[in-house]
Nanobody
Framework: QVQLVESGGGSVQAGGSLRLSCAAS????????MGWFRQAPGKEREGVAH???????RYADSVKGRFTISKDNAKNTLYLQMNSLKPEDTAMYYC?????????????????WGRGTQVTVSS
């Protein structure tokens, strides 16, 4: 049984930093492809960053150069380092995992989800 538990959210002023963590259990070699998504009130859930089981990464254009996704396989933990935060980054952030052979990165491709952690950036 897969469990994903996010932590590290909070309130920060614009320009500040936060590091999100996602403790994972129950993932296999085939499902160890993970991502961070976010959803602001009234908006659709969007992909922020993704990492495959070999460590390859991809980012949404809106966060390139500011956010970094990483994974500690020994600790079964996924991270999202967020720097230079902007008010438009305010959202609930979710950790997710998918079956690796899927080549798409939309939310529907991810079968396992955490409950989310709130990030609020004030101007």
């Amino acid at each position: 049984q897969v469990q994903l538990v996010e932590s590290g959210g909070g309130s920060v002023q614009a320009g500040g930093s936060l590091r999100l963590s996602c403790a994972a259990s129950g993932l296999t070699y085939s499902t160890n492809c993970m991502g961070w998504f976010r959803q602001a009130p009234g908006k659709e859930r969007e992909g922020v960053a993704h990492i495959d089981r070999e460590g390859g990464t991809r980012y949404a254009d809106s966060v390139k150069g500011r956010f970094t996704i990483s994974k500690d396989n020994a600790k079964n933990t996924l991270y999202l380092q967020m720097n230079s935060l902007k008010p438009e980054d305010t959202a609930m952030y979710y950790c997710a995992a998918k079956w690796c052979p899927r080549s798409d990165y939309e939310p529907y491709a991810y079968g396992y989800w955490g409950r989310g952690t709130q990030v609020t950036v004030s101007s």
